[in-house]
């Protein structure tokens, strides 16, 4: 059964779900049927991602009377690195268009004002410039304003070179960390692992968090885009765990859990 289909259901149409380990990758499992992706190849995950397995399992299994495809982050972005990122031509349309932020990076327009804006910036987006232009030997520049702003050109091959050396994995991860942050810079960051969700996060809404501490929060507004952020930022990262295979005891975490060498 595909997302797609299941999604297209509106229903929850399975009774149990399991995580079943192959020689070769992990498949998580609706009554005992692999799970495939919208475009219909089985879902196969990594030996070396069990934690992706188990978070999507959990996804599936806390679907109650209707499915929220919403609420299947880690679903989704394991089928775009499966369906769309197996292919040469989408990998490198798609990176293309993800070297276009950068000439819009969020972390790359600073403002003169007010004083609680600029502690801000100084704070979450002077260290990751800083780390950026170190670690990719870059000349980024800042802008003061949004109007007809490009990077340099030799700057942008050095990131073209960096997103051309992305997994597929690795580059879904980053695709969504750059929609969720809207700044190439920051979305390398947590690929790399030089800072986490919760800095990604607070490197995002600079602007927001400056507007709250002057305005105050707007209820139903601030706090949901506080929550979905994360949850994006958090879903990346989560996509790029990996760590040396070992069975778990099973019903460990309450998923059918089957092991086949």
């Known amino acids: 059964m595909t997302a797609t289909e299941s999604q297209t259901t509106a229903k929850r149409f399975w009774r149990t779900v399991g995580v079943e380990y192959r020689s070769g990758s992990i ?6 049927r692999p799970l495939k992706t919208p475009a219909g190849a089985i879902l196969n995950i990594p030996r070396s991602k069990p934690l992706l397995a188990t978070l999507i399992a959990h996804e599936w ?3 109650e009377i209707l499915i929220r495809p919403f ?30 932020y950068l000439d819009t990076d969020t972390i790359c327009f600073s403002e003169e004002y007010p004083p609680a804006l600029v502690d801000l910036q100084k704070s979450h987006w002077s260290p990751l ?50 929609y969720a942050s809207k700044s190439l810079i920051v979305a390398l960051a947590l690929v ?58 099973a019903g460990r975490l309450g998923i059918n859990e089957t092991y086949t060498s």
Not at 27 to 32: A, F, I, P, Q, S
Not at 142 to 160: E, V, W
């Open 129 to 178: 410039l800083d780390w950026a232009r170190e670690e990719f030997r870059a000349d980024i520049q800042i802008f003061g304003s949004l109007m007809s702003n490009s990077q340099p050109r030799a700057t942008k091959d050095i990131f073209r070179r960096a997103l051309n050396d992305l997994d597929a994995w690795q580059l879904a991860s980053t695709e969504r960390a750059i």
């Open 71 to 100: 609420a299947l982050p880690m679903t989704s972005l394991a089928a775009r690195a499966i369906d769309s990122f197996s292919n040469e031509q989408t990998r490198a349309e798609v990176r293309e268009s993800l070297l276009k």
């Open 27 to 32: 498949l998580v499992t609706l009554d005992k």
């Open 192 to 249: 790399r692992g030089k800072i986490s969700v919760e800095e990604a996060a607070l490197a995002s809404q600079v602007e927001v968090a400056s507007q709250i501490q002057k305005w105050g929060e707007v209820e139903d507004s601030h706090d949901v885009e506080f929550h979905e952020i994360r949850r994006q930022l958090g879903s990346a990262a989560c996509l790029l765990v990996s760590s040396e295979f070992k069975p778990l005891p």
């Open 61 to 63: 299994d806390n679907q």
